[in-house]
């Protein structure tokens, strides 16, 4: 068995034929970060501990020298950690995060109805017929149906970050290990 959780995890992804890459991509993390825990230069959450037994399709008990994971410490500078960022940067953090989606989301409603509002205003009345503003608003709506999928998926994609983000970090306040050997009967009767 190795000595470090990050062994284990490279061991397993290596035995999976898994990128690092391909690895962050499913827990919804950078390369960098797996990178660190594979190195032991960061010390992994509870949850990515979870997330990653899931993926490779081990316990999470594997990552910790086939020990079980039953008892439960209350970490009181995650918490205040977790109280100054996630509860204050966090939400500022999603605030302007939706505030600039919304807006984005909106001109590109606009960018979608530009031709037929052009059009409305001459039926009513309100404009002359100007070819030079239906070809703007026909610009326009070329922009948007090419834009929209992006818009898509850096929304999808910031969204991802933003519940993994907190997640891990909700996660980090408690934390949960049980020595070798202390549970060895619960050992048993599992396997």
Not at 36 to 45: F, I, Q, T
Not at 57 to 82: L, W
Request: hydrophobic share 50%; glycine share 6%; proline share 3%.
């Amino acid at each position: 068995m190795e000595d470090s959780i990050g062994q284990r995890i490279k061991t397993k992804r290596l035995e999976l034929k898994l990128t690092q890459n391909q690895v962050a991509e499913k827990l919804f993390v950078t390369q960098q970060t797996v990178a660190r825990w594979e190195s032991g230069k960061h010390m992994l959450p509870v949850k990515a501990v979870q997330d990653l037994s899931e993926l490779f399709d081990v316990p999470a008990a594997y990552f910790f020298g086939e020990d079980q994971v039953i008892m439960r410490r209350f970490n009181f500078f995650a918490f205040v950690g977790s109280l100054l960022v996630n509860f204050i940067l966090f939400w500022l953090i999603a605030i302007v995060l939706l505030t600039i989606l919304l807006t984005l989301w909106g001109m590109l409603g606009a960018g979608l109805v530009a031709p037929f509002v052009i059009i409305w205003q001459f039926i009513v009345g309100i404009h002359r017929f100007n070819v030079s503003r239906l070809l703007i608003s026909c610009g326009m709506l070329g922009i948007t149906i090419v834009v929209i999928p992006i818009v898509w998926k850096i929304t999808c994609y910031m969204g991802r970050i933003l519940r993994a983000y907190y997640r891990y970090n909700m996660n980090s306040i408690v934390y949960e290990v049980v020595p070798r050997g202390a549970n060895d009967d619960y050992r048993k009767e599992n396997q």
